[in-house]
């Protein structure tokens, strides 16, 4: 395989015992980081981990899963001012290499709070004939039967209580809707406050969870087809990072659609 940038990569590997690494000493302004880099497996069958560090503390491990390069970030870490020994380390037993190219180091902002973009889903505006926009939305990632809907359109539901706009969940065919944004947190306790309606017009009752990563912190089932006030379970971030905010839709059978507008998160007191 080609290296992605230039003609040349790095490479680490297990033999006779011994962990191949490689590293570099680096001047870091006090701050938080991640590392970017990409990787490629020599064989997919014996993939070879790696482990990253960054002046002894761990910031990520990870496999490559292709024999194509894929791009890699690791956690973030916080260091203070002065020079900090980066170093990639096999973390496998088997002779198989994988390969590193690209690796950067990127500074990270921490905001002073976590704010959700288009949180009221009124961008770009929906000029369809037919009200819908299926699977868009500036800031967010739609799966499955998700999308966004403007006042007045097919799906029948009531007026968008933020804006004139609103983003649906509908089961249709075995398949649930999925809507997300990763977002930067400062370390704190929050909660997820939004307003969700069920539609009335067709089809049957959708529940759907609110998801920080893999981590549910609520389910809910809006009873009514006016929008209703709701908040997830609170949630911790120990530690400043990227998280990622996810509503699942949760019936399995039918064509149901809920409705929801107007995604805030607020610091838990």
């Known amino acids: 395989m080609n290296a992605p940038a230039g003609l040349q990569a790095a490479f680490v590997r297990s033999q006779n015992g011994v962990q191949g690494s490689f590293h570099q000493s680096v001047t870091f302004p006090a701050g938080s980081y991640v590392l970017n880099l990409k990787a490629a497996a020599q064989t997919v069958e014996q993939p070879q981990p ?11 491990t990870i496999t490559p899963s292709s024999s194509t390069y894929q791009s890699f970030t690791t956690d973030w870490f916080t260091v203070a001012d002065g020079s900090h020994t980066i170093t990639l380390t096999a973390a496998g037993t088997g002779t198989h290499a994988t390969f590193i190219d690209q690796i950067s180091v990127e500074r990270v902002d921490v905001p002073d709070q976590a704010v959700l973009q288009n949180n009221g889903f009124e961008h770009p505006a929906i ?16 799966k499955n039967n998700a999308g ?52 009335t017009s067709f089809g049957g009752q959708q529940s759907f969870d609110v998801y920080l990563d893999d981590q549910s912190i609520g389910s809910f089932t809006p009873g009514s087809g006016s929008y209703n006030a709701y908040t997830s379970n609170p949630f911790q ?33």
């Open 237 to 269: 971030i120990t530690k400043p990072g990227k998280h990622q905010i996810r509503f699942v839709g949760t019936s399995g059978t039918g064509d149901n659609t809920a409705f929801i507008d107007d995604i805030v998160i607020t610091p838990n007191p």
């Open 148 to 199: 966004r809907i403007r006042n007045g359109s097919v799906f029948g539901a009531s007026d968008a209580p933020e804006g004139t706009q609103a983003a649906y969940l509908q089961t249709l065919n075995g398949k649930q809707g999925e809507f997300s944004q990763s977002l930067i947190f400062p370390a704190g306790s929050y909660v997820i406050q939004f307003q969700a309606a069920k539609r």
């Open 127 to 142: 000029t369809s004939q037919n009200g819908v926009a299926v699977g868009s939305g500036e800031g967010w990632s739609f």
């Open 50 to 60: 790696v482990q990253i560090q960054v002046g002894g503390q761990t910031v990520g």
